[in-house]
Structures are given as C-alpha cells and as structure tokens.
C-alpha cells in the first residue's frame, strides 16, 4: 500500500537519527525505502525497523554502500524526497583520511546523481552536523549558518572524531556547490549534539558523549565546556518540516538548548542525586576549546518549532539507556 503522502528514500537506515526519522515518517503517512550496509560476516537483525507501526506495508529496506554510489538507485527510484542520513565510519582508522573523506565526498554525489536521474525526486535533505560550522577563527559566542567550520583550523585544536568533523563539512560543502551548479533542489539540516532515546540496538555515539558525567568519561569533560544540544524527536521532525517547507533554501542549524559544562553539573547532580556527578568545584580547572553556541534562528522564523528540552533529552535519553541495559544504576524515580 503506498503512502498517502508519497514515498521517501532514508539512507544509513539502521542509525540513531536515521532510525527514529523512519518512525516518524511512517507516523506521518509516508512510505519508506530505507538503505542498510551489507555486511558479509555479519547478518543484522532490523526487527527494530520491520517490526515500527505501518512498516509491513510502507517499509522496504535496501543494501547499498556508499563505495558503490550505484546500489542507492534502485531506494531511490520513485521517491519523491530523499533523506541523506548515511555517513561511513572507520573506527579503526585502517585507511588515510583523505582515502575515507575521499570516498565519503564521492559516495554523496554519487547519490545525488541518482536522484537527478531518478526524475522524481522533488528535494534531497541533507543531514549535515554542527562541527560543520563551529571550528573556525571567528571570535563570536553564537554562530549562525553563514559560519563554516576551517580545516586548518579543525587540524590545529584536533577536537574528538577529527575525521568526522572535516568529513561532515567538506560533504556538506560539495553537496551543495554539486546541488546550485545542476539545479537540484538540496537543503542540509545542521543538527547539534542529538540526545534523547533511541530504537537501534547500539548506544548511539552522541547520547553516550553527552552522558559523560554519569559513565564517568573524564576525557570527555573537555568537550563538553558549552554545549549545543536538541533532542531526536526535534531533529526527525525538522527533517520532515524541510522535506515540506515549500521555501526551503540553504542550511538550517537544528539546535535547542545550549549547557555550560556547570550548568550539566547542576542539573544532573540535582536529578540523580544517588550518582557520584563530579561538582562544579572540581570542574573549574577543566580545560579544552570552547565550542561556540549554534542558532537556529532561521529554522524558526520559518515555523518549526521546538517541542522538548533538555530535562527530556536526558531522562529519556537516561531511561532508554537503562531498559537497554546501558546503564545499571538503582532505578530511582526520574524526576
């Protein structure tokens, strides 16, 4: 049965954002394709997905890779919008850099290609990341969408997934220049930290980042100074507001609330009061980059708006983490 609205293709369909972004379509009456990678050794089990309300009619999942940018043309064929999610990871850094950025760059426009010959593809949301816009020489608290990350610049403070960081804004860069030179109608979504619950079974890297003070990730305090966060549900639904948006045009930075490294402190230490959270005290010889606020001014004068805030990104995120087993602490109640 097709959708009401249409059929959408999402790629890296197995993902946190990805994941929850194909729920939320098939609440609202879209029909999905959505794209996995092969894995020859390993057979993933995506009853999370198969098993989502509306799925046995409106969900048909895919393989592709983005080393072979062909295999996404049979998802995207006869979709109306495309909601380029998938982003290649080498954890265990087996290639250069610049061979991953490299492929990474190629595999998008090779998607963008195919939905220029698909014929159908109304608009391409591109999912694009903060650390796409933050890392630069600009001396400003608040940065808006006009602000792209410097390579240089990314090289010299050497911030926490490095690769990712340079990866995410030359893909964003290339998609669009690739988008305004063949009349594709592209617009990228800039999502800050997502936080929140997740379907996938893995802990998704972002809710694990942000949960620092309560894993006891030491290392990671540095990172987390000043802090641009949104929660899941908001980032799905501002995929689907800009898929929608008649006027869409350009980037669109999706970010919520912004903490202080204190300001985490506080509001854990006050909610979990059983956990050891690290106190302000202790926090104040901290040091590390102080990563600009990101606006999304833009996005809300365009109409969408922001449901949760960040007492549900973290109990949700906190109480999600404990029904899968993440997290073991006594399951006092979440206030």
């Excluded at 295999?71 to 919008?81: L, M, P």
């Excluded at 956990?275 to 104040?284: C, E, G, H, N, V």
């Excluded at 404990?322 to 206030?335: A, C, H, M, T, V």
Aim: proline share 5%; glycine share 8%; with cysteine.
């Amino acid at each position: 049965m097709e959708g009401e609205k249409g059929k959408v293709c999402v790629t890296g369909g197995t993902g946190f954002i990805a994941s929850w972004l194909i729920m939320k379509l098939l609440q609202h009456g879209y029909s999905v394709n959505a794209t996995i990678r092969s894995h020859p050794q390993i057979k993933k089990d995506i009853g999370y997905l198969t098993n989502l309300p509306g799925a046995s009619e409106r969900l048909q999942i895919f393989k592709a890779d983005l080393s072979e940018p062909q295999s996404f043309d049979a998802a995207i064929e006869g979709c109306i919008g495309v909601f380029h999610v998938a982003h290649p990871v080498d954890f265990e850094e087996r290639e250069p850099q610049e061979t991953v950025i490299r492929r990474s760059v190629e595999g998008t426009l090779g998607i963008l290609k195919g939905c220029m010959k698909s014929k159908t593809v109304k608009r391409v949301v591109y999912t694009s990341s903060t650390a796409a816009v933050v890392y630069n020489n600009k001396d400003e608290d608040i940065m808006d969408e006009s602000s792209w990350s410097d390579i240089d610049v990314i090289n010299s403070i050497k911030p926490l997934g490095r690769s990712y960081v340079i990866s995410k804004t030359r893909i964003e860069r290339a998609a669009l220049e690739f988008a305004e030179q063949h009349g594709l109608d592209l617009v990228s979504l800039i999502p800050s930290f997502v936080v929140g619950p997740f379907i996938c079974p893995g802990f998704p890297g972002s809710v694990h980042f942000i949960l620092a003070m309560i894993l006891g990730n030491q290392h990671h305090y540095q990172y987390l100074k000043n802090t641009s966060m949104v929660h899941v549900d908001d980032v799905a639904s501002a995929h689907i507001f800009l898929l929608e948006y008649p006027d869409a045009k350009g980037r669109y930075i999706c970010s919520s609330n912004i903490l202080t490294l204190y300001e985490m402190s506080e509001l854990l230490s006050a909610k979990y009061p059983q956990l050891p959270i690290p106190a302000i005290d202790s926090l104040k010889e901290i040091q590390g980059f102080r990563i600009p606020g990101a606006s999304s001014k833009k996005l809300l004068d365009a109409g969408f708006k922001y449901k949760y805030g960040v007492d549900e990104m973290f109990d949700e995120a906190i109480q999600c983490c404990k029904e899968k087993g993440f997290l073991n602490f006594s399951p006092d109640s979440i206030s």
